[in-house]
């Protein structure tokens, strides 16, 4: 089975401050997804990466950027967190890029205070 | 500017009754045509999925069926259960990107 884990279930931080999400797969694949859920608004596509050090803007990117140094390992982070970045983070894998897949993490729930 | 338009937001359905969930697209260069289904604590996992070559998908008691040329695509769930409460999303993709573009999402309750 494929396994998405993401590195916090809950997390509750200070505006301005810098936030690491992280998120590791365990199946080789090429492909990693950050997106966020917000109620009304389904996933929308951050960032993704389709290889170690590569990566693509997703329709909402601002605010946000990512890094992958590792093939398993990709990591979101919000230079300087505020209120309106408070949602659902969701991290997925997939073996290809088209017609393939994503399988999701579990979530982190993000809290911007 | 929502490219997928999923509808109804909630659903409530009797154990037994049909679930029927719809998405709009504009897109006519989508190509991939996925859902996903998503319980409480848990990230979306893939349910069912179509291309635009058929008309129709079914997996048990699950069936996307696709309508081109209205731009629309919907999932039935035939003999709902208490189980099947969820949310559904539906998405959709082309080959260019592979960008998969989610719907808002359908709370589906099946009551007992």
């Known amino acids: 089975d494929v396994k998405v884990t993401q590195s916090s279930r809950y997390l509750v931080k200070r505006t301005g401050e810098k936030v690491f999400l992280e998120c590791v797969q365990d199946m080789d694949h090429e492909n990693m997804f950050w997106y966020r859920q917000d109620p009304g608004l389904g996933l929308r596509l951050i960032y993704f990466?389709?290889?170690?050090?590569?990566?693509e803007k997703g329709d909402i990117p601002e605010g946000y950027s990512v890094s992958r140094e590792k093939k398993e390992r990709f990591s979101l982070i919000l230079e300087s967190a505020s209120t309106n970045q408070t949602s659902m983070y969701l991290c997925?894998?997939?073996?290809?890029?088209?017609?393939?897949?994503?399988?999701f993490g579990p979530g982190t729930r993000l809290t911007v205070t | 500017q929502q490219q997928v338009k999923q509808s109804p937001q909630s659903l409530i359905v009797q154990k037994g009754g049909i679930s029927i969930i719809n998405c709009a697209y504009e897109?006519?260069?989508?190509?991939?045509f996925p859902w996903y289904q998503q319980f409480p604590g848990k990230g979306p996992a893939l349910l069912i999925a179509?291309?635009?070559?058929?008309s129709e998908k079914k997996e048990g008691r699950f069936t996307i069926s696709f309508n081109k040329s209205a731009k629309q695509f919907s999932l039935h769930i035939m003999d709902s259960q208490p189980g099947d409460s969820a949310t559904y999303f539906c998405a959709a993709s082309t080959s260019n990107t592979g960008k998969l573009i989610f719907g808002q999402g359908t709370t589906l309750q099946v009551k007992p």
């Open positions: 997925a894998s997939s073996l290809a890029i088209i017609y393939y897949e994503q399988y």
């Open positions: 990466s389709y290889d170690v050090k590569m990566k």
């Open positions: 897109n006519t260069a989508f190509d991939y």
């Open positions: 179509i291309r635009p070559d058929v």
